[in-house]
DNA sequence: CAGCATCCAGGAGGATACTG
DNA sequence: CAGTATCCTCCTGGATGCTG
């Protein structure tokens, strides 16, 4: 009866939305990558393994894929040091900087309703 | 309250990230939750089924879905009108509200940046 | 009209072992 | 060090039918 929207998956940046608000969101959506963009943000080129101990809780996998996919997406540069030991880096693009206001709009309405909600107390889940 | 991260899966506002922005994303994340937030902040006060009109292609077990998480994360108030035939319309709270400039902030972001990409296209994937 | 119930597919994400 | 490769679980979201 319904038509599909697009095709039929949308996988990433195929999404709708209202507007550019879907894309973007599909760029920093999920839970690790606004997380990774965050500590690019925060601490400039770093290397893989700073990374992993920087975000706890990822796994290699997880690490490796969205960083792939940032990179992907443009958002990030990874840069390999042809050394032994292997030394990569990962860095923000001119692209990933650009979005370090909307992070931090994002940032500090959670940092402020995260607060609010927590005073008001019971929300009884 | 909290769980430890290597627990199992967080759900929802458990998300930890870097700061609050997890939990934003949280609360916006997902692929229609944005849109109807727009939706709300464009036109207002909107029953179900302009919602779901308003909405291409999502299907009635979603919108519902969606509109109570975003009912009980107190960002939009459901007013169910006693009457036959049946009418309920929705309405950001003040707290949806306060989310217009971060939503803008998105928008802004993905409007700009979408246009960027196709623009240069090739980016040979 | 505004849902709820049920079933189902796919993908995101997790744990762990292995490699150049 | 910086990843791959597998396997597995669970959540998200889609389709459809029924109800107060």
């Known amino acids: 009866m319904r038509k599909e929207t697009s095709s039929n998956a949308l996988?990433?940046?195929e999404i709708n939305s209202s507007c550019g608000m879907g894309y973007a969101l599909s760029l920093i959506g999920?839970?690790?990558?606004?997380n990774i963009l965050w500590r690019l943000i925060l601490d400039g080129k770093m290397r893989y393994n700073e990374l992993r101990k920087a975000i706890p809780g990822i796994s290699e996998r997880m690490l490796v894929a969205q960083l792939r996919e940032l990179e992907a997406d443009r958002l990030v540069l990874r840069i390999v040091y042809p050394e032994v030991p292997p030394?990569?880096?990962?860095?923000?693009?001119?692209?990933?900087?650009s979005m370090r206001p909307m992070l931090q709009?994002?940032?500090?309405?959670?940092?402020a309703h995260r607060k609010t909600v927590e005073d008001e107390g019971g929300l009884g889940k």
Request: charged fraction near 35%; proline fraction near 0%.
């Open 11 to 13: 996988n990433e940046k």
């Open 30 to 34: 999920g839970r690790w990558k606004s």
């Open 87 to 97: 030394r990569v880096e990962y860095e923000l693009t001119a692209l990933g900087q």
């Open 105 to 111: 709009s994002i940032s500090d309405w959670g940092e």
